[in-house]
């Protein structure tokens, strides 16, 4: 079965760095779309970032400037590079892709379990 595996978050002071990365794991043929989505409670799902296989990126304009994805097509893997980060910031982040599981199958989407990232003093 195909898995999302996240890994970063936790605390960080306003101004300050945090990395995330995600990882599609188990049966992959293909990986098209992977992107970071982020979440307060009561608030809509935002997309933070997308990357495609081609390395096309698109940014919120809230993050744009200070957020920076990346993908590695070999390790089925991204990267989100937070900077100078905002209180605003915090949210429980969530890792998304479409993934082809074998030569047999169609693509599908595939969501992480979200890891928090809190902004404070």
């Known amino acids: 079965q195909v898995q999302l595996v996240e890994s970063g978050g936790g605390l960080v002071q306003p101004g300050g760095s945090q990395n995330l990365s995600c990882a599609a794991t188990g049966s992959i043929f293909g990986v098209g779309f992977m992107g970071w989505y982020r979440q307060d409670p009561g608030k809509e799902r935002e997309l933070v970032a997308s990357?495609?296989?081609?390395?096309?990126?698109v940014y919120s304009d809230s993050v744009k400037g200070r957020f920076t994805i990346s993908r590695d097509n070999a390790r089925n893997t991204i990267f989100l590079e937070m900077n100078s980060l905002k209180v605003e910031d915090t949210a429980v982040y969530l890792c998304?892709?479409?993934?082809?599981?074998?030569?047999?199958?169609?693509?599908?989407?595939?969501w992480g379990q979200g890891t928090q990232v809190i902004v404070s003093s």
């Open positions: 990357i495609m296989p081609d390395f096309k990126v």
């Open positions: 998304h892709a479409i993934v082809r599981p074998s030569m047999d199958s169609f693509y599908k989407e595939y």
